[in-house]
């Protein structure tokens, strides 16, 4: 199972390519609080990602999910550093026992410590291809139009995604 971040849904949406998520094994939820601001603030505020993420909602590929109240809950919130949201999905993530899909940093140092696994928006694209369920080219183009798209990537990241992906070549 998984559980979603703004950043990969966003992503994913602005390339076109968040219907990648069906093909992985288990079902994939979005917390509310993560919905609230990538599809009810995204529709408002007009993003074209925003009625994508919304239209994979209606058509199942995404479960919106209330986030329990706990006392994982209660002490990331304390975290001055941690967003709603990203407790939102640290707390969903462990009550489902699922992996967190998200990039940013201390979200993810934050998993770390509270022993829930993380993913990140290239982990799944690669996965997808190793799946087979696009192809190498399909998968290098879409890690260059998130960049393009203002998704950040570092160079020394960018080189072992471009390695990894040829790597499915051979």
Not at 99 to 121: S, Y
Not at 149 to 169: I, M, Q, T
Request: with cysteine.
């Amino acid at each position: 199972m998984w559980v979603f971040d703004a950043t990969p849904l966003i992503y994913l949406a602005t390339v076109e390519r968040l219907r990648l998520v069906s093909r992985l094994d288990g079902p994939c939820r979005i917390p509310e609080p993560v919905h609230s601001e990538v599809v009810t603030a995204g529709l408002e505020e007009g993003y074209p990602d925003a009625r994508r993420i919304e239209q994979c909602i209606d058509d199942g590929i995404f479960e919106v999910v209330s986030v329990d109240e706990s006392s994982l809950v209660d002490r990331l919130q304390r975290n001055p550093n941690v967003s709603d949201a990203d407790v939102a999905v640290l707390a969903c993530a462990a009550s489902f026992d699922a992996t967190a899909v998200m990039d940013e940093a201390t979200g993810r140092l934050v998993a770390d410590v509270e022993g829930i696994e993380t993913r990140g928006t290239a982990y799944l694209v690669l996965r997808c291809t190793k799946r087979g369920a696009i192809p190498v080219s399909e998968a290098r183009e879409t890690i260059d139009a998130m960049i393009e798209a203002g998704w950040y990537c570092s160079p020394d990241l960018y080189s072992k995604l471009v390695r990894k992906l040829e790597s499915f070549e051979n």
